[in-house]
T-cell receptor
Framework: GAVVSQHPSWVICKSGTSVKIECRSL??????MFWYRQFPKQSLMLMAT?????????EQGVEKDKFLINHASLTLSTLTVTSAHPEDSSFYIC???????????FGPGTRLTVT | AQSVTQPDIHITVSEGASLELRCNYS??????LFWYVQSPGQGLQLLLK??????LVQGIKGFEAEFKRSQSSFNLRKPSVHWSDAAEYFC??????????FGKGTHLIIQP
């Protein structure tokens, strides 16, 4: 089946630094990937839609300059949290859209802790 | 804008008993609806989806869901739950730009 990986699975960084999270579709090509954020014991909130070769589309209220998204290839999208603050601590989950099944395949998530 | 409501934050069911998790959606067009399960510290796993056709959808792990347009509902059911079904369940609707809008989730507790 379709597999999506994320790296790293867990990262701790200091306030003010930047951290990059990778999302890869391992056995299919994804022209569209999505980034979600999940706070503890809460639901997932769509942050942005990433299309290969073009700028990401951000949901209302998501700072595009803080959450930089790059989708340089059909199998890789990256999310960079710039100048991280403790309130950015969260679980970040990516998904990749299969145009064949119209199903989103989710990665296992990355837990970010900003100290 | 689309929205999803899962009215039950927590549900406790005895092992072997039947289960129904409620989901109501708001969407202007024909909805694409999904149910996902998330175990602690794990990613999301798709249980089933509805795009069109038969309104009773069969999924994995013995789950099924019924789409009722008149009630704007897509409730998840299982005839007999197992302890391993304890998890967080999310109902979701696909939005116009393909991104999913999730409900707040229902935490399922299984009593022995």
């Amino acid at each position: 089946g379709a597999v999506v990986s994320q790296h790293p699975s867990w990262v701790i960084c200091k306030s003010g630094t930047s951290v990059k999270i990778e999302c890869r579709s391992l056995d299919f090509q994804a022209t569209t990937m999505f980034w979600y954020r999940q706070f503890p014991k809460q639901s997932l909130m769509l942050m942005a839609t990433s299309n290969e070769g073009s700028k990401a589309t951000y949901e209302q209220g998501v700072e595009k300059d803080k959450f930089l998204i790059n989708h340089a290839s059909l199998t890789l999208s990256t999310l960079t949290v710039t100048s991280a603050h403790p309130e950015d601590s969260s679980f970040y989950i990516c998904s990749a859209l299969s145009r064949e099944s119209y199903e989103q395949y989710f990665g296992p998530g990355t837990r970010l802790t900003v100290t | 804008a689309q929205s999803v409501t899962q009215p039950d934050i927590h549900i406790t069911v005895s092992e072997g008993a039947s289960l129904e998790l409620r989901c109501n959606y708001s969407y202007g067009a024909t909805p694409y609806l999904f149910w996902y399960v998330q175990s602690p510290g794990q990613g999301l796993q798709l249980l089933l989806k509805y795009f069109s056709g038969d309104t009773l959808v069969q999924g994995i792990k013995g789950f099924e869901a019924e789409f009722k347009r008149s009630q704007s509902s897509f409730n998840l059911r299982k005839p007999s739950v197992h302890w391993s079904d304890a998890a967080e369940y999310f109902c979701a609707v696909r939005g116009g730009a393909d991104g999913l809008t999730f409900g707040k989730g229902t935490h399922l507790i299984i009593q022995p």
